[in-house]
Nanobody
Framework: DVQLVESGGGLVQPGESLRLSCVADSYTIGRYCMGWFRQAPGKEREGVAILDRLDGTSYADSVKGRSTISKDTARNTLYLQMNSLKPEDTAMYYC??????????????????WGHGTQVTVS
């Protein structure tokens, strides 16, 4: 089964940066749509950034311009670099993978595999 393991979260001050990591198997990281989602207390889980199998990227408006999603296939790792962090970025961040053919989607229901999350707190 597909296992996704996130790391890199923590407590940071506003304006600081974090790089989140998600380790997966080589097939998943190389062939699936990969996404970062986040969920703050009392709010729905929302997409943050998407990386398709051809390395195309898309970002939520809330993080566009200060976040970068990327992968290192040699390390089987997906990354989310987040700069200029704001208190509003505080959330549990989840790595997700989808075997969906064609375009990657933003809806959480389109992602079959999820990690357990890594907490980002900006305060």
């Amino acid at each position: 089964d597909v296992q996704l393991v996130e790391s890199g979260g923590g407590l940071v001050q506003p304006g600081e940066s974090l790089r989140l990591s998600c380790v997966a198997d080589s097939y998943t990281i190389g062939r699936y749509c990969m996404g970062w989602f986040r969920q703050a207390p009392g709010k729905e889980r929302e997409g943050v950034a998407i990386l398709d199998r051809l390395d195309g990227t898309s970002y939520a408006d809330s993080v566009k311009g200060r976040s970068t999603i990327s992968k290192d296939t040699a390390r089987n790792t997906l990354y989310l670099q987040m700069n200029s962090l704001k208190p509003e970025d505080t959330a549990m961040y989840y790595c997700a993978a989808s075997p969906t053919w064609g375009r990657c989607v933003w809806e959480r229901r389109g992602y079959d595999y999820w990690g357990h999350g890594t907490q980002v707190t900006v305060s």
